[in-house]
């Protein structure tokens, strides 16, 4: 599995971005693809994360500011993100892993397969 991140850039605070997520190779092998960034000095933290069935996960700092949607045909995962802060200055992963069901809760366990990572960048 090969996954390419893309679409980052630099936005005013309150602007929108669309990130891409493209896999190629096995991607039938692919139960969810997670978006996850990563700012300087703090780990890496899942932001949204979509399964093959259209079951999603968000991380309660970007709820009802991202989305996340997949279009099977494209083998592609989108985020969109929308009223960015700067605080969401990060580098963005994609990232091919699984999403599982627990006492009624979905959760995301990352794979072993990352996309090369996109710059994105809020100014205040």
């Known amino acids: 599995v090969q996954l390419q991140a893309f679409g980052g850039g630099l936005v005013q605070a309150g602007g929108s971005l669309r990130l891409s997520c493209a896999a190629s190779?096995?991607?039938?092998?692919?139960?969810?693809i997670g978006w996850y960034r990563q700012s300087p000095g703090k780990q890496r933290e899942l932001v949204a994360a979509i399964s093959s069935g259209g079951i999603t996960n968000y991380a309660d700092s970007v709820k009802g500011r991202f989305t996340i949607s997949r279009d099977n045909a494209k083998n592609t995962v989108y985020l969109q993100m929308n009223s960015l802060k700067p605080e969401d200055t990060a580098v963005y992963y994609c990232n091919a892993g699984q999403i599982d069901r627990y006492s009624g809760s979905y959760y995301y366990t990352r794979g072993g397969y990352w996309g090369q990572g996109t710059l994105v960048t809020v100014s205040s």
């Open positions: 190779g096995s991607t039938f092998s692919i139960n969810a």
